[in-house]
């Protein structure tokens, strides 16, 4: 392989610097032989990545040049085999001294920061994809050269124009962390496509996280056209919109006024008819979830419960599933028609346990004083976030101890500021 040449010391990016010149030799052939020798002589080429092993000869249109393997270095053809040097002189073709010069675009970025980083540290070239932002997460180890890997991300991916990197923690309300700028343009507007639907968003203010794909698309193929759907932390809408384009009604809130803005956004983008969008604390939103699918009910048509709420907060999820617990109280009599069945509660949530079916089951049942059907609750593994931390799914039915449950509350207006339209909100009155 070809390596750029060592710049250990480097603490501003000179891509000058990093050149190599190959001395080769080369065989000359007839251009219309080109194919027999290609196949004669293919593991004494070159054979280096995004290099060519036959080039143009500057001294005739009628012959072109092979270029011979790396450690092939004089005419004396060491480390050819015998065959290959009795074919070159019984066909009378004439080997050259040949030299390519190798510059900084040759090599890939984890080529030149394994020439640029220490070398007891490993390089660190993987991130995130947002749109034309490449999200890195650095270790401590890594911030002297911080800016040295974000010029090199951004030289080497042809579509950032923006690289950045976590600073701290993620804000469990509004799900946001800080980031700074380390090459690229101070745009944080990110526009991107998932599962079909297009996306927009200020990815300074909102959380997104690309590697959840296949656990939006998980979640979405579950739910059925016509389904109803609460998505009770929906972020910009990465649950919700492709829902909505399914075929499903889906009632979408989140906390964050940023959050609600791109969520908004999005539906406009995508074209939702069907979905409907909130500013709410978690819990009041899930107190007032059916009474708001069911306010424009008329009288003699049938009443309507959701099929499925997502609770996308790993963090805190659980602590909100309190709010299921006297959910369709005084509404015993619609609830027990036999059409309709009570909702899935899909809660994300992180364990580090190593049962973490019994641990994550047993803080449901701490929360909500009631137990869930373990047989058939499910407890799907979606990704590991850091060592013995864990992201898992609980997807369980709500139970009608769970919902008819007496709890006394009091009912008050307020607005969705999107919709314009009145909601009733529901607030536990021992809050």
Known sequence: MISPPLQRSMTVLNRDVFQNTLKLIAIRVPTQNIGKYMKLLSKELLNQPRMRNIIEDNDSTATKLMLLRLDTQTKELENVSEEVKDLIKTDGLDLIEHQVTVKYDYWNAEEILRAILP???PVQSSYETIGHIAHMNLREEYLPYKNLIGEVILDKTKHIRTVVNKLDSIDTTFRFFKMEILAGENDMIAEMRESGCQFKFDFSKVYWNSRLHTEHERLVQLFKKEENI???MAGVGPFAVPAAKKGC????????PESYKWLCENIKLNKNKTCVPFNMDGR???RNSVDNLNQNRKEGTPFQTFHHYVMNLPATAIEFLDAF???FHGKETLITEPDIQLPMVHCHCFS????PKADIL???YQVMGYKVDAETSSIHHVRSVAPNKDMYC???RLTPEIVFANIKRKQVEVEDTCTKKPKAEEIDSAN
């Open 249 to 256: 009604t889906v009632y979408a809130n989140d906390l964050n």
């Open 230 to 232: 609460c998505d009770v």
């Open 325 to 327: 617990v006297g959910l």
């Open 394 to 396: 609980a997807s369980f």
């Open 119 to 121: 070398e007891e540290l």
């Open 352 to 355: 580090r346990s190593e049962d």
């Open 284 to 286: 009041d939103f899930i």
């Open 362 to 364: 047993e803080r449901i």
